[in-house]
């Protein structure tokens, strides 16, 4: 037998008029010796959906009978390379009894080259976040022998990277979670590595750069410190769950949301040329930053023959 599912629109365009879910079961299927495939099945349909001439059921539901073809391409490989770009299986279901038909196109997916992809992206991302985490440390060394180079940062352009972290790992976790094929093990330990670097530096490294430029708070005791604390906490937060509940909205444009985000050099450059000041930061933490938040871009919405290729997870 064999059970194929049909989403509903959940926002996109709905494969029929019909809003949910739809199981088609197929069996008694007939092999007929050439990759062909003859079989039987049923699909369940609401009775608002079925035509005018079938019967009003119980529930308002009814399983109406289902006749399928199939065809396996595998075998015409090496006879017609023209087909070599074409689906793996392609199939026809028609139902004469709810007056409906359904063409359907299936590509067979490569487990193990699915894995080893899954694999490579996360050494690769492990790999980029751990040198951003040296960068982070190695930048607050030098702040910490330099105090005085602390006021010259912005704290917009270093909280945008924490966001963007925090997203990060929120994404890679929710990316695991629905493949159970695969050893998505990988995707943890990317969200893993991504949630240390922002809540184990970058919040400190925002803390650091926050207490050197408001000293004068600490003048008038620790309750007022404690107040304005709370409240870059609670603004930061803020919009950290707001930029969440914003890239579940826009998933679609996931993106040019990425995009945006890759504008973090934008507050320091503003904060350097209002203030007059230069040398914010090490070349090193520059060029290194620059360039592992650009690979993993680039690796996103670059490669060909990434993870994200709509095999398993949708293209970028």
């Known amino acids: 037998s064999l059970a194929v599912t049909l989403l509903g629109s959940r926002g996109r365009r709905p494969w029929s008029k019909h809003q949910g879910d739809q199981e088609l079961v197929l069996r008694g299927m007939d092999l007929l010796g050439n990759g062909s495939v003859l079989a039987l099945g049923q699909v369940r349909k609401e009775q608002e959906w079925l035509s005018n ?132 093990y990988s995707f943890a330990v990317v969200s893993m590595l991504k949630f240390s670097l922002f809540a184990l530096v970058e919040i400190r490294y925002l803390l650091l750069i926050w207490r050197h430029q408001h000293q004068h708070m600490f003048a008038e005791g620790w309750e007022a410190v404690r107040q304005e604390l709370s409240r870059v906490y609670a603004q930061f937060y803020g919009a950290l769950v707001g930029g969440l509940i914003l890239i579940f909205i826009a998933s679609d444009y996931l993106d040019f949301v990425a995009l945006l985000m890759q504008a973090y050099w934008l507050p320091q450059i503003i904060h350097d040329v209002r203030h007059g000041s230069k040398n914010s930061f090490t070349h090193f933490f520059i060029f290194s930053i620059t360039a592992t938040r650009s690979l993993q871009f680039l690796y996103l919405w670059g490669c060909p023959a990434g993870i994200f290729d709509g095999e398993i997870y949708r293209t970028c």
């Open 53 to 184: 001439r079938v019967a009003h059921k119980e529930g308002g539901e009814r399983w109406c009978r289902l006749e399928a073809f199939l065809e396996s391409f595998d075998a015409h490989f090496q006879e017609a390379p023209q087909r070599e770009n074409r689906s793996n299986i392609a199939a026809e279901v028609v139902s004469p009894d709810c007056s409906f038909s359904l063409h359907l196109e299936l590509q067979k997916v490569d487990l193990e080259v699915l894995s080893r992809k899954v694999l490579n992206y996360g050494v690769l991302m492990n790999t980029l976040t751990l040198l951003q985490l040296r960068s982070f440390l190695s930048q607050m060394r030098h702040h910490e022998e330099e105090h005085a180079t602390v006021t010259k940062l912005s704290a917009l352009g270093i909280a945008m990277q924490a966001l963007m972290d925090a997203y990060d790992s929120f994404l890679h976790l929710s990316v695991a979670a629905p493949v159970q094929v695969l050893n998505t």
